[in-house]
């Protein structure tokens, strides 16, 4: 069979059979010989992924050549890496062994047999069902997950043929997936080793398709070879040739630390006789011969910066870099941080003239100054977005490199250096021409450079501290990005804008927001598109690139998913809710972006239209009424009902008006209600605003917020604090403000939008219910996975809504960390659902007297916990403007996090606040072990009752014992309690914690201390 079949093929990935030859008792095969098997290398060697990935594209070659083949194709049937064959250094592989090869018309019509191996065999061969072709696929996709993960498949399961078989078959296990491998090589992985054969690609497609991930996993070419993916202990690297003589240069790079701008060096590996560098891979290159992507003017200053701390660092070390130059400056994590390569001069590069200092070519030698001069040329390169001389590369098209080259170093020899950029900083013309010295003594060191810049950036107008995303940047021309509109999926219309219609778009896998204006109104959306060009700040909302069509124009701006402030204040059928924290944190961060634009240089920006309209979640939007400050502005513009009295006047004004803006938006917030509501007319509004009329102040605010709104919406704009200001103060009194604003009335969020404090109301089919925790007289508590974290989830039924909604508002409020955070809430047809964190370590009470074996832990422990216990208690009582009580504190409502380390408190349902001095209460709440005499009365108490039940506890954890354990009912409990009895006292109790034990349990609430005291002592 296997002379028969082999006679039959000629593929240079498959092994040549030369002759044959027998005698009396075999068959001789004289074929080539190979250097060795895929299956096994001798010692064991690194090797790259693109060399991997090389070995299993030409296996599919020769497997998609047997499947051509007519008029009949051939099929393996014992496709492994034991029959794979490599030559050449490793490089060439060959298919061997077709001894179980047969064609297909005869395994259709008369064979059936199972034959292979194994680990390789697909599960209709196994099974002795009729199979095709699509066997050696199967088979193909093993070896792919071998080669990559270099181990044997099913190499966990016993060597014994039954227990593979009883995988594959009857439970349709596969190895596991790697953790490192490609999305597109692991896809195709499944796709080929699937149960169904029918699903499997054709190997010619199979072949096609590695064909371009081989290509695409060989990174670049260098001096003396390629640049290639690798995986070494489980981590993708960069496998760099080099020259041979260069071994023993490169071990110095070992020894480099860890420093954030230097490329990390592993060792370096021999293959097929090649010497190559082990490195970091890096996500992309500084330099790109590929489609250029856009890149903000706040992104550039920072990969500026980066190389120069580089530079700095390799300076102090006495190292001089040589050849510093785009193309050797490494990108990592998503393009924000920046490592330089090549550090070392290995051997003679070409193609770096254009970043080299002069006097190298005339023989001087390298000093740290050439690398100064090559840094002002990146620094050059990167704002310009050209190749430094690439006029020279247009005029000398045909001639060769070397020539292109020459050209160039006589042009930099004569001074010609590239022309200075318009519409920049002069600071960055007069730092770039100070590093192009002819004279390197004239030439600043590196850290004169990292001073001239860093004393310099507080005066441009943007942000470099602040680039946590990578934008598109319109306003400085050299880096403008312009799109084709027709790139920009179905624009749905959503509303008006400034100057026309506000659509929802899809453009490069997100979702926009598209302000689609006529081209008639160019001058005014001209001024909005150079206005949101300069500024980058997180609460501003961001222009991300224009297009044109014959008609329109178009603004492509990040897209609210939340809508504006305005329709989630005062529109829709529900009236989404949220918390007074969260009103805050919205003005707070308005406040913010105000404050950057009236601070940008070297103009203010006043934004002259601020209302909740254009307050898109927590970021300002609208600008096309904005304007740069030029001394004092007189044109009325803005909406009527947030526009200070001296723009509708139409008498001079300044920033200030944004100021007055911002505090009616801050009442507006708070009240829940649309200012001037009342009036009827503009001319209403502008009449009671005159007459100095603001909207009424409300019952509940907390002081220092009622004080900064006043002074803000003041009829004289000099009596207004300026924005920083603002933003100063709230960020001052952050902690108090938030503290005190808790409780004022604004309805608890249940809002299913993202704009509420800590619960959103989510669909229960996002949370998979596990086992049952605890069931109660309220509810079933659920351990549970949602957004791949484990969660408790409390189901409530409906008949208890009442109950549900108090927990759920008391939660809502708090932030602290020894009190259980609230995460969600849901409801199904039955069910009221809580999403809270997982206790991973029970309750308090289950610790003490239910752990099975027995938790054993010290007093030290135990006073920790009660500990932590007094400080969430202590901030429920000091809540303003009233104190909650918790009036059910005990041991089950004490949960456990953290390898029994930390303590939290649960269960609000029986928490109030206190609305006068001391309650009442007609229906007793509380457990009777732990409750406080003055609750059980039903006479009056106060938060006192919740350091009684401290005290109860704390005898608790240090007895192990349940408080009146002798007690068969409650009613014994209460006697006992309303005698005056407490559980015995402790004989080696410290008396310090004796004392403070006697005084919480104390008959007379007054006795007791605060909770504040306790948590001190």
Known sequence: MELTQLSRVRHKNIVHLYATAKNEASIWLVMELAEGILHKTEPPVLYSLSEAISWVHQCASGVAYLHSMRPKLIVHRDLKSANLLLFHNRSLLKIGDFGESCDLHTIMTKEKSRLGTVRWMAPEVMTSDTYTEKCDVYSWAMILWEVLARQLPYGWLDAS?????????????????????????????????????????????????????????????????????????????????????DKTQARNLFDMPDIENIIKVFGTTKSNGLLYLVVEYADGVLHSSKSPEPYTMTQAISWIQQCLHGVQYLHSKDVIIKHLKSTNLMLFNQRNLLKICDYIQLSHTTESARWMAPEVFTGNKYTEKCDVYSWGTIFWEVLARQVPYDWFTRDLINATVHAQELAIMVAVVAGERPSLLYNLSTYFDFVIESTWERDPIDRPTINMLEHMLENHLVDIPFEVYNNSYIGFNIGLKLLSYNQNYRQIGSPINRGKGSFGTINKGYWKGQTVSVDITKSITVKNIKTEIELLSRINHQNIIRLLATAQDPDNIWLITEYADGGNLYDFLHMGASVAQYSMF???????????????????????????????????????????????????????????????????????????????????????????????????????????????????????????????????????????????????????????????????????????????????????????LKERIDKGSFGTVYKAIWRDRKVAVKLINREQEHDFDIEEAQLSRLNHKNIVKLLA????????????????????????????????????????????????????HSRLPRAIIHRDLNSKNLLLFNRLTGLKICDFRNAREMTTNDMTQNVVHGTPRWMAPEVFRSTRYNERCDVYSWGIILWEVLARELPFHFADSVEQIQWAVHSKRRPPLLSECPQVIEELMIKCWANEPSVRPSMADVESR
């Open 582 to 768: 969260q009103a805050i944190q919205w003005v707070y961060q308005c406040a913010r972006g105000v404050a950057y634009l009236h601070n940008m240089k070297p103009t203010p920006v006043l934004h002259r239209d601020l209302k909740s309209f254009n307050r898109t979640k927590l970021k300002i939007c609208g600008f096309g009424s904005a304007r740069e400050r030029q001394s004092d502005m007189t044109m009325n513009l803005g909406t009527p009902i947030w526009m200070a009295p001296e723009v509708f006047r139409c008498s001079s004004y300044n920033e200030k008006c944004d100021v007055y803006s911002w505090g009616i938006i801050l009442w507006e917030v708070l009240a829940r209600g649309l200012p001037f509501k009342f009036a009827d007319s503009v001319e209403q509004i502008h009449w009671a605003v005159h007459s100095n009329k603001r909207p009424p102040l409300l019952s509940e605010c907390p002081q220092v917020i009622e004080e900064l709104m006043i002074r803000c919406w003041a009829n004289d704009p000099d009596v207004r604090p300026s924005m920083t200001d603002v933003e100063s103060r709230l960020k001052s009194r952050y902690v108090q403000c938030l503290t005190t604003a808790n409780t004022v009335p604004i309805m608890v969020s249940m809002s299913k939008s993202d704009n509420t404090l800590i619960t959103k109301s989510i669909d229960t089919s996002e949370v998979l």
């Open 161 to 245: 043929e039954l227990c593979v078989m009883y995988a594959v078959v009857f439970t349709d296990k596969r190895p596991s997936l790697l953790h490192n491998c490609p999305q597109v090589i692991e896809k195709l992985m499944i796709k080929c080793w699937t149960r169904d054969p029918a699903m499997r690609l054709p190997m010619k497609q199979v072949e096609i398709i590695m064909s371009q991930i081989y290509h695409d996993f060989k990174i670049s070419n260098g001096t003396f070879g390629g640049t290639h993916r690798g995986i070494w202990n489980g981590r993708e690297v960069a496998l760099k040739q080099i020259c041979i003589k």
């Open 825 to 876: 809430t849901g409801r199904d047809k039955d069910n009221l659902w809580l999403v809270m964190e997982f206790a991973e370590d029970g309750s308090l009470y289950k610790v003490v007297h239910k752990s099975n074996p027995q938790v054993s832990y010290s007093v030290s422990q135990a006073l920790q916990w009660l500990h932590q216990c007094a400080r969430g208690v202590a901030y429920l």
